[in-house]
């Protein structure tokens, strides 16, 4: 994919970037370099590769240190409730902003 001086304004235009024409010719270069970059690493093949969690990982045993997913907590709806000006029906009540 390479990109072109049309592009880079759209862009820039987009991102409400004011850029000089020496500007807009470096960001140029610097915007096809890293679609070659993209480019050549969508030409390797991946297929059976099974993707890493943490770089360490390809380099040695990592252990997650995940937690089990499970409720610790009991439910204290109506208690973190009771400070608040206005409830109902479990449902905190707040003023209307936006008509």
């Known amino acids: 994919m390479s990109l072109s001086h049309d592009d880079v304004s759209r862009i820039a235009n987009l991102a409400r970037l004011e850029l000089q024409p020496a500007e807009s010719a470096s960001l140029l270069g610097n915007l096809n370099d ?15 590769i ?40 479990g449902l905190f009540l707040v003023p209307k902003v936006i008509e």
């Open 50 to 89: 099974e993707p890493l969690y943490t770089p360490l990982s390809a380099i040695q045993q990592v252990q997650l240190r995940l937690r089990d997913d499970v409720v610790t907590e009991s439910n204290q709806r109506e208690l973190n409730q009771q400070s608040a000006p206005a409830v109902e029906d």
């Open 34 to 48: 890293f679609f070659k970059i993209v480019d050549q690493m969508s030409a390797v093949d991946t297929a059976g």
